[in-house]
């Protein structure tokens, strides 16, 4: 299994979601970087679900730093988190065995496996894989911020109601930061909700857009063709689950544009370059260039559903239809959101290393 991404920076996560416990390591951080548990509580909180619009399943996320870090700072070596699970009901998933719950990797996991994969709770395919992410990357999001790098998600669209654009970056990022459920408009947040809740009534689930902003990027990150920060920002954003598509900047909107529209014209003030619009996301040429980074990710509804769904028993080979049980989110993009800062953030300390050096994030 490629449970690992990242050259200079390498996270690889572990675990099944009824297993004794699942968890990452985050291999090639700099020595000396602080390291704040608690702060590692706070994100591990906006990834928990909370009220009638997540899943009943609680994980109270008690998290052990196994290993690379000593007195509050890193070490230098690989960096060990575990999360035990406390919360399982694989009884839930007994006679799911061999249904193939549409939208899951359930089929594909009894094909690539040949049967021997854990499949109560989705196994490693599931969603509470992302607890090690979320833990990890808050180390990593603590060191950008030493570098006055901001990273922020925000949910642009869900359940018909859209928020509002992004205005002032450092104020809403430091808003966003702070929310539980992140939106930039109250009152649009208050609809995505409304329809969250529609959805659970129905036995159904939605899904959503999430937005994010990085800034403080340095000009001339990232390497042309293979490299770049669209390529290894999109391998790190579809391996959170769900995500189905990533746009970055104007996205898809720039095919219906003219070359005079889409084109960012460059400007020069007291010495600084900035483009007057950001069409192309704060990247050219798989490089950065000192523009606010800007992209979305597309999330889909969560696949199960208390809806009568046609499928197969995969080993009977015959048709049936699944009525699911168990404990299910009708939506997961605002608990995803604090997935996708943690990744982006890994991705980017990756990026940075490759090219100031693997000691600069510590520095």
Same mark, same amino acid.
């Given at each position: 299994?490629?449970?690992?991404?990242?050259?200079?920076?390498?996270?690889?996560?572990?675990?099944?979601?009824?297993?004794?416990?699942?968890?990452?390591?985050?291999?090639?951080?700099?020595?000396g970087?602080?390291?704040?548990?608690?702060?590692?509580?706070?994100?591990?909180?906006?990834?928990?679900?909370?009220?009638?619009?997540?899943?009943?399943?609680?994980?109270?996320?008690?998290?052990?730093?196994?290993s690379?870090v000593?007195?509050?700072?890193?070490?230098?070596?690989?960096?060990?988190?575990?999360?035990?699970?406390?919360?399982?009901?694989?009884?839930?998933?007994?006679?799911?065995?061999?249904?193939?719950?549409?939208?899951?990797?359930?089929?594909?996991?009894?094909?690539?496996?040949?049967?021997?994969?854990?499949?109560?709770?989705?196994?490693?395919?599931?969603?509470?894989?992302t607890?090690?992410?979320?833990?990890?990357?808050?180390?990593?999001?603590?060191?950008?911020?030493?570098?006055?790098?901001?990273?922020g998600?925000?949910?642009?669209?869900?359940?018909?109601?859209?928020?509002?654009?992004?205005?002032?970056?450092s104020?809403?990022?430091?808003?966003?930061?702070?929310?539980?459920?992140?939106?930039?408009?109250?009152?649009?947040?208050?609809?995505?909700k409304?329809?969250i809740l529609?959805?659970?009534?129905?036995?159904?689930?939605? %899904? @959503?857009?999430?937005e994010?902003a990085? #800034?403080g990027?340095? $000009?001339?990150?990232?390497?042309?063709?293979? *490299? =770049? !920060?669209?390529?290894?920002?999109?391998?790190?954003?579809?391996?959170v689950?769900?995500?189905?598509?990533?746009?970055?900047? %104007? @996205?898809?909107?720039?095919?219906?544009? #003219?070359?005079?529209? $889409?084109?960012?014209a460059?400007?020069?003030? *007291? =010495? !600084?370059?900035?483009?007057?619009?950001?069409?192309?996301?704060?990247?050219?040429?798989?490089?950065?260039?000192?523009?606010?980074?800007i992209?979305?990710?597309a999330?889909?509804?969560?696949?199960?559903?208390?809806?009568?769904?046609?499928?197969? *028993?995969?080993?009977?080979?015959?048709?049936?239809?699944?009525?699911?049980?168990?404990?299910?989110?009708?939506?997961?993009?605002?608990?995803?959101r604090?997935?996708?800062?943690?990744?982006?953030?890994?991705?980017?300390?990756d990026?940075l290393?490759?090219?100031?050096?693997?000691?600069?994030?510590?520095?």
């Open positions: 299994m490629k449970n690992s991404m990242g050259s200079s920076v390498i996270l690889t996560v572990f675990g099944e979601s009824h297993g004794s416990g699942i968890g990452a390591i985050l291999d090639g951080m700099a020595p970087i602080e390291v704040d548990e608690d702060f590692i509580r706070f994100q591990l909180s906006l990834r928990r679900p909370v009220g009638d619009i997540s899943t009943p399943r609680k994980e109270q996320d008690n998290f052990v730093i196994e690379g000593f007195n509050g700072k890193t070490t230098g070596t690989p960096i060990c988190i575990v999360i035990p699970n406390e919360n399982t009901r694989s009884a839930d998933y007994g006679e799911l065995r061999a249904k193939a719950r549409p939208g899951h990797a359930d089929y594909t996991a009894y094909c690539k496996y040949h049967g021997f994969e854990d499949y109560r709770g989705g196994g490693h395919f599931s969603g509470r894989i607890s090690g992410i979320v833990a990890a990357g808050a180390i990593a999001v603590s060191a950008l911020k030493k570098k006055n790098i901001y990273i998600t925000h949910i642009k669209k869900l359940a018909a109601a859209c928020d509002r654009d992004f205005g002032d970056y104020t809403d990022i430091i808003k966003l930061s702070k929310a539980e459920f992140a939106v930039l408009d109250g009152d649009a947040g208050e609809k995505m409304s329809g529609n959805a659970k009534s129905d036995g159904d689930s939605v %899904g @959503g857009v999430l994010t990085v #800034t990027l340095p $000009a001339g990150v990232g390497e042309p063709w293979f *490299d =770049g !920060v669209e390529n290894i920002l999109s391998r790190a954003l579809f391996a689950p769900a995500v189905k598509g990533v746009e970055f900047g %104007g @996205g898809f909107a720039l095919s219906d544009m #003219t070359g005079s529209e $889409a084109n960012d460059f400007n020069t003030a *007291d =010495g !600084v370059i900035t483009t007057l619009t950001n069409n192309n996301g704060g990247i050219n040429g798989g490089i950065t260039n000192g523009m606010p980074l992209f979305r990710c999330v889909k509804p969560t696949p199960t559903i208390h809806k009568p769904q046609q499928t197969v *028993d995969f080993i009977k080979n015959e048709n049936v239809t699944l009525t699911a049980g168990g404990r299910h989110d009708p939506c997961i993009v605002h608990r995803a604090v997935v996708i800062d943690s990744i982006t953030a890994i991705a980017l300390c990026l290393c490759g090219r100031f050096g693997t000691d600069w994030l510590g520095e």
